[in-house]
């Protein structure tokens, strides 16, 4: 084989990949927000509803908008989701996910919130790495997680804020406590831009 057939493979083969990376990346950025509603509705549209009890006529998943919250430590923006549900084209509650920390580490808290009356609609546990068991056991305590419905965003939900942990759980308790308290907190500093 001379050096002139082998620069002819090495051209040939790059220009082939050359083209199909290119098209795998077209691919990629059409189907990227189908992608993303697809995760979200499978991962936190069950959160989002058991989380939203007002009637809406809407889909909040197709009809969200994303907020930027912050910045990370390398200074890099902090993005979040937020669902709007509307009932007749009026807004009725806002649910954004706040992060804490559990027993297992992180865990995702999706909390809704009423607007008009700055109250807390509902919670929900969206993602976790809890000791089955044990620490889903305050996930699935109706009496642990209905104590934050009712609650206006200004009361505290740290730990020993008004609301009792779940016995037995007390790291996820606090972990959905510190969800809580983070997404009311993200609300309040950017109630203009969700609504």
Known sequence: MSIKEILRMVLVLTLV????????????MATQDQIEYQRIKNVKAPA?????????????????????VGTDEAGNPIIRNVFIAKQNGRVVAVALEGYGSGYGGDMGVMVAIKPE???VDGIAVTTHAETPGVGTKAMKSEAFMGQFSGKNISASFAPGGG?????????????????????????????EKIL
């Open 17 to 28: 990949t050359g083209i199909w990376g290119g098209l795998l990346s077209l691919v990629k």
């Open 48 to 68: 989002l509803e058991k989380a939203l009890t007002v009637e809406y006529t809407n889909d909040p998943v197709k009809e969200r908008k994303k907020i930027r």
């Open 117 to 119: 009356s700055n109250k």
């Open 163 to 191: 609301i009792d942990a779940h016995s037995g759980a007390t790291y996820t308790s606090e972990g959905i406590m510190q969800g809580v308290e983070r997404a009311t907190k993200i609300f309040s500093r950017n109630r």
